[in-house]
């Protein structure tokens, strides 16, 4: 079962379409329905806190991601369901795995997307597998409206050690933020962001300095905070205090 026939998406996205059984709390309705490539190859990415990273086993026999399952589905079969659901979600995140074939898989289910269901489409993006800034065109004018890039740790030692050399993944530092330099030269300021996680041992400063680094390139930032999934090489590690 690989992309772009099939994807997976979050239990949130399942339980909305009715492919999983199950309810929300309190009438939470969930307005985003995320996509994410799969293949039978595991993404090459090594990243110590990854529930999908290639080092990490399955987890007593539960695999997660961002601490739930993620459901594999063939596409049209999720696209069918969301137009079974007109006024549920109102936006639609295609999340990439670092793979050769993301690329113009990405580019394939855009596209689909696109063609059948009328709302704006967000690309989370593996900028290790982008060579070109024409790439951001091809998202572009296959219907992506936004660019996201999950930059994860806030500052470059770090990022190194959890996601490049210390844990001998393909990941670059400078490698990410030039690739979200094309994607905001490309579609305007506003239209790109970043994804951080707080917890990872960055000091306050970093987190700020980092912040304003993609602000300047016209991204926005999406704050996450570190959770220990199980099995990934940081499992042990206690997530950030509230305050």
């Known amino acids: 079962m690989n992309s772009p026939e099939y994807g997976q998406t979050s239990l949130a996205a399942a339980l909305s379409l009715g492919l999983e059984k199950g309810r929300f709390k309190d009438r939470v309705k969930l307005t985003g329905l995320n996509l994410l490539l799969i293949y039978d190859k595991r993404c090459v990415g090594r990243c110590a806190y990854c529930g999908i990273s290639k080092n990490r086993p399955e987890a007593k026999g539960k695999k997660t991601f961002i601490r739930v399952k993620w459901p594999v589905y063939r596409l049209d079969d999720v696209i069918d369901r969301t137009l079974d659901h007109p006024n549920h979600f109102q936006r639609i995140c295609i999340s990439m795995i670092t793979h ?74 400078d490698k ?54 199980a099995g990934s090489l940081l499992e042990d590690r206690e997530t950030p205090e509230l305050l």
């Open 176 to 229: 990410y933020w030039q690739v979200l330099k094309w994607a905001s030269e490309v579609y305007g300021r506003g239209r790109t962001g970043i994804h951080l996680i707080s917890g990872l041992g960055e000091t306050d400063r970093q987190m700020v300095d980092t912040i304003y680094r993609a602000h300047k390139l016209g991204a926005g930032t999406h704050l996450f905070s570190f959770f220990p999934e």
């Open 100 to 173: 050769g074939s993301a690329v113009k898989d990405t580019i394939s289910i855009t596209e689909k997307v696109r063609q059948r269901i009328d709302l704006p489409v967000s690309l989370l993006i593996s900028p290790t597998v982008i060579n070109s800034k024409d790439i951001f065109y091809q998202f572009r004018e296959a219907g992506a409206d936004m660019i996201g890039v999950a930059l994860d740790a806030a500052a470059p030692d770090l990022f190194d050690k959890y996601r490049g050399s210390g844990v001998k993944g393909p990941h670059k530092w």
